[in-house]
Nanobody, 125 residues
Framework: QVQLVESGGGLVQSGDSLRLSCAAS????????MGWFRQAPGKEREFVAAISWSGGSTLYADSVKGRFTISRDNAKNTVYLQMNSLKPEDTAVYYC??????????????????WGQGTQVTVSS
């Protein structure tokens, strides 16, 4: 069992940066691949980024590539999402999630086993 708690969301202006954190409980955190998803009002949850258990592999949605960076610190049981050059269309609730599946499944929300409660990110223009 893995419990996930996101933090770091807030209200920022277009062009600003934010760093989201996802703290995990449980000694098996380092064995899970981790992902970030987001959901805007009236829209489906969409994949943002994912990272392998070792941190050696990452995957990004085209919409955030070059602006967002996912990383993890297994010693701290934490995964991060550094978000730069934020745009109003990045406004959403951001969720972290854990999966034991391989990279071919990382973009699919239903393949994740554990989810956090989400943190709101609002980007004003």
């Amino acid at each position: 069992q893995v419990q996930l708690v996101e933090s770091g969301g807030g209200l920022v202006q277009s062009g600003d940066s934010l760093r989201l954190s996802c703290a995990a409980s449980g000694r098996t955190f380092s064995t899970y691949n981790m992902g970030w998803f987001r959901q805007a009002p009236g829209k489906e949850r969409e994949f943002v980024a994912a990272i392998s258990w070792s941190g050696g592999s990452t995957l990004y949605a085209d919409s955030v590539k070059g602006r967002f960076t996912i990383s993890r610190d297994n010693a701290k049981n934490t995964v991060y999402l550094q978000m730069n050059s934020l745009k109003p269309e990045d406004t959403a609730v951001y969720y972290c999630a854990a999966t034991s599946r391989t990279i071919s499944s990382w973009r699919v929300a239903s393949f994740y086993d554990y989810w956090g409660q989400g943190t709101q990110v609002t980007v004003s223009s």
